[in-house]
């Protein structure tokens, strides 16, 4: 018999009130969760469909259909499940819960706790809310597929207490990388722990880096370092987290080094002294669902103190910029706002006091096939040139006074003097993506920029206020080929079927000369060297003020070669070549140098990396980066690696015969885990400049921590 909700309710309330008079269980809820949910009583079962809510004071349970048992309070739950139980949530496809005992069982689930995220399978557990898995995988990565995760055989869950894994690995993607037997983290405050580093290395000496971790209320915790090199000394300082909830985050950080031997390395660098010190603070908000806050400030004694003790942080950001950032996003646009001073007087910066800008992201125009996007910024900024003593060049273009021409002056200065000028910038671009054939995608593109110069103010650089114009069109050709090879199989290279994917790429890009070229212009943004291929397109290309003629067709070529293995589908193959054809050539070359990325996989535990830049026009290497990756189980890895970098390459000269050494580097690294608590890491590399010759070896470092276990 089906029936409407308000009456189906009011019986259902009655039948269990007469049915259970002596149940000790809380009552519990049902309701419809829209005016399509239906209900159907049989042999004491009550059936839902449609939408669900099964609830009482402790637990709440919805699901696209359910069973509900009146005598012995067990619901089976199909479809989107959610079950709220004490304050936590689980989520899956099919759950069995108890509202007398609290049992619960579940096919595959998935549940977290912040940070964590937990997903597994044959879910069980009991009113002492202990609760058992298989097939476990933990993350802290909230995205669908993470990029990093625990995957344990067996996983025990105690919300709001901690969790147990067995036989869990740490995977970075598809790579193992750590086994522990066993494993336990702590969901609620982690208790304060010691971290220590002991190692050796030939700038340091022996060393041993020591570290405090502490946990305050939720409001403060950080880390006190207290660092000690054989050869440089002395040197720590506190790391603090400030945790302000709708106030935002905030992280301070001080690390001072009273150095012995600050010139360890052979660097000449200015500011080098035996006290050197970095400090950094930064501070984010949300000021709205769609609008931040950042301030980011960076401050260092001299250029080498990060990558003399920093060196991975130095690594990813050689100059650290301090700015304070304001952005605002809708739906189809962004208002952001910067201001970027400068801190230290050794690093070139371009303060940007204030940089607004109004970025119009891709949207149809109308009900048209036609795509609109845009970005427009207006600012004053001041280029601020390094204060290290190093020749460099300069030019004044003034306009004559007949408005005819310009008056060009060129020479060498030892510091170049700074410059300043306001600048107002638009661009505006249309596109029409189309694909024909079911297969070939082209999509052509024409837009337009406008620019606006204010008088620049410098003592060696000075220019007249003038605008500039600069037209680009072009178009993107491309499409995707695949074939599969049912009977390809290969034990040696454990191949087992074979799916080639080839995809050409051709983008052809036109921009006329400009009504001012770049030489006339100040530079804030500008073109600076680089070892990959910049944007061919705008506004992905965005050195404003370094914009010239272009006619240039970009070649680009991508191979696949997948397979399927243990652990789903695998990149066996993934080789991408790609060039620039300059139509146009003038006094250059007519193609660019050949770029080659190559990523081969024969085995799930062996990797080879290659990237390479070859000069058509010279025939001789540019940079080649080559790697090798073994991990044949989770106990051990090694990797080798070579990287060359030409000598005097003319793209990093900044002026004509200057010397850039280039570089042969060896690197290769051996890890070993020895037990759960200890893993023996030794990296080691020679390097070799143009002159002199010069070697670094790390023969290993140890970590552990020592405290209560999470």
Known sequence: MRQTWPLTLMALFLAFAAACPAQQAEPWHINGLDSQSQFESRDNTNFFSHGVMVSNETTLITAEQAAATDLTGEVVAEGDVTILDHGHIWRGTNFIYNFKTGDVRAGS?????????????????????????????ITTDDYERSAYRIRARQITIVPGDYFEAHQATFYIGKTPVFYWPYYKRKLGQHPNNWQFAPGYRSMFGPYLLSAYNWYGTGLLDGTIHFDERERRGLAGGPDLWLHGGDW???????????????????????????????????????????????????????????????????????????????????????????????????????????????????????????????????GYYERAFSNTNSPSPFTNITLAPDGLGYFVTRGWTTNPANYTAARADTFHQFTLPETFFGWLNITPRMGGRATYYSDVNG?????????????????????????????????????????????????????????????????????????????????????????????????????????????????LVNWAVYTDWNLSPG???????????????????????????????????????????????????????????????????????????????????????????????????????????????????????????P
């Open 109 to 137: 689930f998935k549940t977290g706790q912040m940070p964590f995220s937990v997903s597994g399978e044959h879910l069980t557990g009991n009113s002492n809310r202990v609760y058992t898995a298989t097939n476990a995988a």
């Open 248 to 378: 935002g985050e905030a992280a301070f950080r001080y690390y001072f080094a009273r150095d012995q031997d600050p010139g360890a390395d052979g660097i000449a660098a200015p500011h080098l002294k035996e006290d050197r010190q970095r400090m950094s603070f930064y501070y984010e908000d949300r000021l709205g669902s769609n609008a931040t806050a950042k301030v980011v400030a960076n401050y260092q004694s001299d250029p080498l103190v990060i990558r003399d003790f920093y060196l991975e942080e130095y690594n990813a950001n050689v100059e650290p910029a301090s700015f304070a950032e304001a952005t605002q996003l809708r739906p189809n646009w962004v208002l952001d706002g910067m201001a970027q001073p400068r801190l230290v007087n050794f690093f070139e910066t371009v303060e940007r006091l204030p940089d607004v800008k109004l970025t119009g992201l891709r949207q149809e125009v109308g009900v048209t096939p036609v795509y609109y996007e845009s970005e427009s910024s207006v």
């Open 459 to 571: 003592p060696q650089v000075h220019t007249n206020q003038q605008a500039r114009g600069v037209f680009n069109t072009g178009v993107d050709v491309s499409f995707k080929a695949a074939r599969v090879f049912r009977d390809a199989e290969n034990s040696l290279l454990d191949v087992h079927e074979l799916r080639h994917i080839i995809e050409p790429d051709i983008d052809y890009g036109y921009v006329p000369a400009p009504t001012r070229s770049a030489s006339q212009l100040p530079q804030f943004d500008y073109q600076q060297p680089s070892l990959r291929q910049l944007p061919l397109e705008y506004p992905g290309y965005n050195s404003i003020d370094s914009i010239g003629s272009q006619n240039v067709l970009r070649l680009m070529l991508r191979n696949k070669l997948q397979t399927k293995r243990q652990d789903g589908l695998e990149d």
């Open 587 to 709: 006094t250059n070359h007519a193609f660019t140098d050949f770029y080659s990325d190559l990523d081969l996989r024969p085995r799930s535990w062996l990797t080879f990396n290659s990237s390479t830049r070859y000069d058509l026009a010279d025939s001789r290497w540019r940079e080649a980066i080559e790697r090798i990756f073994v991990q044949p189980t989770t106990a051990w890895s090694l990797s080798l690696g070579y990287y060359y970098l030409m000598n005097n390459d003319p793209e990093f000269q900044s002026y004509p015969g200057q010397n850039v050494p280039g570089n042969n580097l060896i690197d290769f690294s051996l890890y070993y885990r020895m037990n759960e608590n200890w893993g023996r890491a030794s990296p080691s590399g020679l390097k070799r400049k143009t002159e002199p010759c010069r070697s670094r070896f790390i023969p290993f470092t140890a970590i552990s921590e020592a405290g209560p276990r």
